[in-house]
């Protein structure tokens, strides 16, 4: 069994800072992409930001220059930094890998079960 687990999430002002953190633990492999992603209420799941294992980022429009994405593979962890947050990033925040079982020997997505993000004063 492969675990995602996603921390950091809270209560926070419109401005103000916060840092996800996402552990990948189990019978894990190999770990590829990573990536956080967000679904507000009454809203479709949407990708904020990936990162691959060599490290080459990619992020949603809206929040490009507030939010930074990286990973440290020895400690099979992706984390979010969120900056300058606005009111319309309140959301639960999924964390995704693609990772190899080392039991199975097969590839597939693994989702966190979400941590939620509330940006308000």
């Known amino acids: 069994q492969v675990q995602v687990v996603e921390s950091g999430g809270g209560l926070v002002q419109p401005g103000g800072s916060l840092k996800l953190s996402c552990v990948v633990s189990?019978?894990?492999?190999?770990?590829?992409?990573m990536a956080w992603y967000r679904q507000a209420p009454g809203k479709e799941r949407e990708s904020v930001a990936t990162?691959?294992?060599?490290?080459?980022?990619t992020y949603l429009d809206s929040v490009k220059d507030r939010f930074t994405i990286s990973r440290d593979n020895a400690k099979k962890s992706v984390y979010l930094e969120m900056n300058s947050l606005k009111s319309e990033d309140t959301a639960t925040y999924y964390c995704?890998?693609?990772?190899?079982?080392?039991?199975?020997?097969?590839?597939?997505?693994?989702w966190g079960q979400g941590t939620l993000v509330t940006v308000s004063s």
């Open positions: 995704n890998a693609d990772v190899t079982s080392s039991s199975t020997g097969r590839r597939y997505p693994r």
């Open positions: 189990g019978s894990v492999e190999s770990i590829y992409g």
């Open positions: 990162i691959t294992r060599e490290g080459d980022r």
